[in-house]
Each structure stands twice: as structure tokens, then as C-alpha cells.
T-cell receptor, first 112, second 114 residues
Framework: DQQVKQNSPSLSVQEGRISILNCDYT??????FLWYKKYPAEGPTFLIS?????DKNEDGRFTVFLNKSAKHLSLHIVPSQPGDSAVYFC???????????FGTGTRLQVFP | KAGVTQTPRYLIKTRGQQVTLSCSPI?????VSWYQQTPGQGLQFLFE???????NKGNFPGRFSGRQFSNSRSEMNVSTLELGDSALYLC?????????????FGPGTRLTVT
């Protein structure tokens, strides 16, 4: 049972345009969400997070939006750069469980 | 400050064998978590150790076990290997607060079971 789903395994975006990566979850107890980026041969690195008390969090080119009623979050990258090409994982947690549940990842390719 | 290190980086084993993977967390970090990454399954949580005690556990069979030493280094053991155990095994360390706080991942150990 996949509690965190990233339904798009891959996404291709032109440099300078917006990249939108989506993530859906099923567990209404989740109250904290994170995005990680992973390059080949490296471990995932933390990108940005959001608490369920917010609906938006911004950090430079990266913005995460949370829609609790739809159980959906998205990561916006504007403008996209070739160096953003990587696999992006969303993750969710319910604070009373102390566990991070990851999605299956979306491979983003930014082309010139 | 050195990052999270994992050894070995690559490993090939035969079905039925056992394997031990090692993880050294960032200096000062007391918590180590282990994940299995396979295509189509994403990162699946195996277990977390904090101060030499298993604090959290995922839904993996008992063939998967771990331990943590007093210097916070952690090992993961998989016994009676199966073909489906082929995966990238990642460990992550953090300071010991709530698990969802920012974790630092190592580069992983790529295990191939033949």
C-alpha cells in the first residue's frame, strides 16, 4: 500500500521554464512533508519542507504547495536550470509515528 | 565536517548468503536510519537506531536486522539473501531529534544478488 504516490515517473522541461512535480498522499495523519533531490551515485539531499499548518513554503527558486483537502502537494522550480536534473522524492510523516514515508520519485530532466 | 559514509559502495552476493553493510554518520549525530531503494518502490524505511537502540522499524522481514555501536556507527545485516533484495541501501543520519528533521544521506551501497 503506497501511502505517498508520485504518479509521474519522469518530467522533461526546457531551461528557464517552470517545473512542477506532484505528490499525492492517502494518510490524513501526515502533517509534515519534505522534498529530497537525488543525483546518480549520491544519496538524497534535503530540498524543502512544509508543515501542515501552512499551504506554501518558498526557498529561492523552490516553492512547495500543500493542499490538505486534496491530499496533494507540489514542488515548483522557477526558473528551471540544467543542474536541477535529478530524481525528486517527496516524503511525508505523522509526528506521532516518527517515520518518513517516501514516494517512488520523479526523474526531472531540464534541457537547454 | 565529513558527511555520511557507507561501505562498501558495491557488493555482489549469491542467493542464500548473508551480507553486512556499514554506515558512519556525521560526527555528533546519534541517529542512523536505513532505507532500501528499488525501482518503482522509492525509498522504503527499514529501521532507525538512536543511542544503540532501535527506535523505529519498518515493515521488512526478520532477515533484515541492524545494530548501532557506541560511536554511533551502524551496521545492517541481511541473512539468506533473495534476488529481490537487490537494491540500493541508503543510510541517513541526523542529530537525534524528531526523525522528520533534516536527514543527511550517504551515497548508498548497491547490492546485487545473483
Amino acid at each position: 500500500d503506497q501511502q505517498v504516490k508520485q504518479n509521474s515517473p519522469s518530467l522533461s522541461v526546457q531551461e528557464g521554464r517552470i517545473s512542477i512535480l506532484n505528490c499525492d498522499y492517502t494518510n490524513s495523519m501526515f502533517d509534515y512533508f519534505l522534498w529530497y533531490k537525488k543525483y546518480p551515485a549520491e544519496g538524497p539531499t534535503f530540498l524543502i519542507s512544509i508543515s501542515s499548518i501552512k499551504d506554501k513554503n518558498e526557498d529561492g527558486r523552490f516553492t512547495v504547495f500543500l493542499n490538505k483537502s486534496a491530499k496533494h502537494l507540489s514542488l515548483h522550480i522557477v526558473p528551471s536550470q540544467p543542474g536541477d536534473s535529478a530524481v525528486y522524492f517527496c516524503a511525508a510523516s505523522a509526528r506521532n509515528t516518527d517515520k518518513l514515508i517516501f514516494g517512488t520519485g520523479t526523474r526531472l530532466q531540464v534541457f537547454p | 565536517k565529513a558527511g555520511v559514509t557507507q561501505t562498501p559502495r558495491y557488493l555482489i552476493k549469491t542467493r542464500g548468503q548473508q551480507v553486512t553493510l556499514s554506515c558512519s554518520p556525521i560526527s555528533g549525530h546519534r541517529s542512523v536510519s536505513w532505507y532500501q531503494q528499488t525501482p518503482g518502490q522509492g525509498l522504503q524505511f527499514l529501521f532507525e537506531y538512536f543511542s544503540e537502540t532501535q527506535r523505529n522499524k519498518g515493515n521488512f522481514p526478520g532477515r533484515f536486522s541492524g545494530r548501532q555501536f557506541s560511536n554511533s556507527r551502524s551496521e545492517m545485516n541481511v541473512s539468506t539473501l533473495e534476488l529481490g533484495d537487490s537494491a540500493l541501501y541508503l543510510c541517513a543520519s541526523h542529530g537525534g531529534g524528531h526523525l522528520v528533521d533534516e536527514q543527511y544521506f550517504g551515497p548508498g551501497t548497491r547490492l546485487t544478488v545473483t
